[in-house]
Nanobody, 129 residues
Framework: EVSLVESGGGLVQAGGSLRLSCVASGLNFDVYAIAWFRQAPGKEREGVSG????????YYGDSVKGRFTISSDNAKNTVYLQMNSLKPEDTAVYFC??????????????????????WGQGTQVSVSS
């Protein structure tokens, strides 16, 4: 059985940092790509970043480039999202998701959420001004 479990969210002041973790079980990291999405109240789910754990290639959405870093520890089947210089507009529920039907990590940026096969339950990130 496949499961994704996120953790690491919380309340932080603007300019602060958080590190989110996504622990995957039942997944083969050589096959799946992992992405982080976020969803703020009243807004659509937005792709934030993605990684191919097999080769470490990554993508970042324009709104987080230079501030967020995605990485993976394949021995622990875990993907991390280090979030620095947080802004109030980063406030959202953050989800990790896994997909097998993908070509390049860059393609994840435009892949709609419904094409991702597995999702975690989400973790709340709140940034105060």
């Amino acid at each position: 059985e496949v499961s994704l479990v996120e953790s690491g969210g919380g309340l932080v002041q603007a300019g602060g940092s958080l590190r989110l973790s996504c622990v995957a079980s039942g997944l083969n990291f050589d096959v799946y790509a992992i992405a982080w999405f976020r969803q703020a109240p009243g807004k659509e789910r937005e792709g934030v970043s993605g990684i191919s754990p097999s080769d470490g290639s990554t993508y970042y959405g324009d709104s987080v480039k230079g501030r967020f870093t995605i990485s993976s520890d394949n021995a622990k089947n875990t993907v991390y999202l280090q979030m620095n210089s947080l802004k109030p507009e980063d406030t959202a529920v953050y989800f990790c998701a896994a997909v097998t039907d993908w070509t390049t990590v860059e393609s994840l940026e435009t892949m709609p959420p419904y094409e991702f096969e597995y999702w975690g339950q989400g973790t709340q990130v709140s940034v105060s001004s």
